[in-house]
């Protein structure tokens, strides 16, 4: 079946180091995006891209870092420059414009 | 800038009562996109609806409605005769610009109870 997938499902990061959550996905999408959410709050848009090899960043950007060296994959780093990384994160994908985006299941990412 | 809002934190109803869910957007945009999206407890944002700026027909879909009125920016969703399966957290968002990017209100919960 055609979707995105994220691993891992729960993701431990120590202090000063930085991790990396996947994302892939197989419905041919072009643009990618990847959200934070905190318990009570919406999501936030942290970077996107809308083709390979170009990416943009969002609302909060800082901390992170992306590439999109391939179609199917936007894998999102959490520097050890983000200070506050315990959050659910979310990966989408869509396949143009105003085009609805199909999410992940989400990786939940805290602090040793 | 655009800006969503979504000002129930919570809802409880119990099964089989309406329940109705409201969103207030800003945009300065003439084109744009509302969407409503919901979260079950599992995570994974599920699509609902998509409507665009220049539809204000009012759409129905089971026990699902979407009520859109440009002249009061809002696009609110009922759900009638609730069921437990539909207790989950929805999200409203806009989507406005070519990079198609979504923003969220910052959701309500809803508990429905037997």
């Known amino acids: 079946d055609g979707g995105i997938t994220q691993s891992p499902k729960y993701l431990f990061r120590k202090e000063g180091q930085n991790v990396t959550l996947s994302c892939e996905q197989n419905l041919n999408h072009d643009a990618m995006y990847w959200y934070r959410q905190d318990p009570g709050q919406g999501l936030r848009l942290i970077y996107y891209?809308?083709?390979?090899?170009?990416?943009q960043k969002g609302d909060i950007a800082e901390g992170y870092s992306v590439s999109r060296e391939k179609k199917e994959s936007f894998p999102l780093t959490v520097t050890s420059a983000q200070k506050n990384p315990t959050a659910f994160y979310l990966c989408?994908?869509?396949?143009?414009?105003?085009?609805?985006?199909?999410f992940g299941d989400g990786t939940r990412l805290s602090i040793l | 800038a655009q800006k969503v809002t979504q000002a129930q934190t919570e809802i409880s109803v119990v099964e089989k009562e309406d329940v109705t869910l409201d969103c207030v957007y800003e945009t300065r945009d003439t084109t744009y996109y509302l969407f409503w999206y919901k979260q079950p407890p599992s995570g994974e944002l599920v699509f609902l609806i998509r409507r665009n700026s220049f539809d204000e027909q009012n759409e129905i879909s089971g026990r699902y409605s979407w009520n859109f009125q440009k002249s009061t920016s809002s696009f609110n969703f009922t759900i009638t005769a609730s069921q437990v399966v539909d207790s989950a957290v929805y999200f409203c968002?806009?989507?406005?610009?070519?990079?198609?990017?979504?923003?969220f209100g910052t959701g309500t919960r809803l508990q429905v109870t037997l």
């Open positions: 989408a994908s869509s396949s143009r414009f105003y085009q609805p985006q199909h």
């Open positions: 891209s809308q083709i390979v090899n170009d990416f």
């Open positions: 968002a806009l989507m406005t610009g070519t990079a198609s990017k979504l923003t």
